[in-house]
Nanobody, 118 residues
Framework: QVQLVESGGGLVQAGGSLRLSCAVSRSIFSVGTMGWYRQAPGKQRELVATIPRSDITNYADSVKGRFTISRDNAKNTVYLQMNSLKPEDTAVYYC????????????WGQGTQVTVSS
């Protein structure tokens, strides 16, 4: 079992920055791929960024060049640095862990609200 706890959300003006953190209850290196997803009101949850153990990151086109995902294996924490925020980035952001092995097990945090005002 893996517990994920997000923090760092809040209200920010367009053009501003926020850094989200996801504290993981066990070694993230042993977990597998970590990621961030988001869900805006009335929309489906969508992928924002992922980072596997190889550290080869993947981003949604809408956030490329503005968001950076990183992981600190020593602290068992995953981060999402969000710069040049836009009102359309407003959503609940969820941390995700996908276990190694097959079939993989997915774990989710409780989510943290990010609101970008225009």
């Amino acid at each position: 079992q893996v517990q994920l706890v997000e923090s760092g959300g809040g209200l920010v003006q367009a053009g501003g920055s926020l850094r989200l953190s996801c504290a993981v209850s066990r070694s993230i290196f042993s977990v597998g791929t970590m990621g961030w997803y988001r869900q805006a009101p009335g929309k489906q949850r969508e992928l924002v960024a992922t980072i596997p153990r190889s550290d080869i990151t993947n981003y949604a086109d809408s956030v490329k060049g503005r968001f950076t995902i990183s992981r600190d294996n020593a602290k068992n924490t995953v981060y999402l640095q969000m710069n040049s925020l836009k009102p359309e980035d407003t959503a609940v952001y969820y941390c995700n862990a996908r276990s190694l092995g097959w079939p993989p097990t997915q774990y989710w945090g409780q989510g943290t609200q990010v609101t970008v005002s225009s």
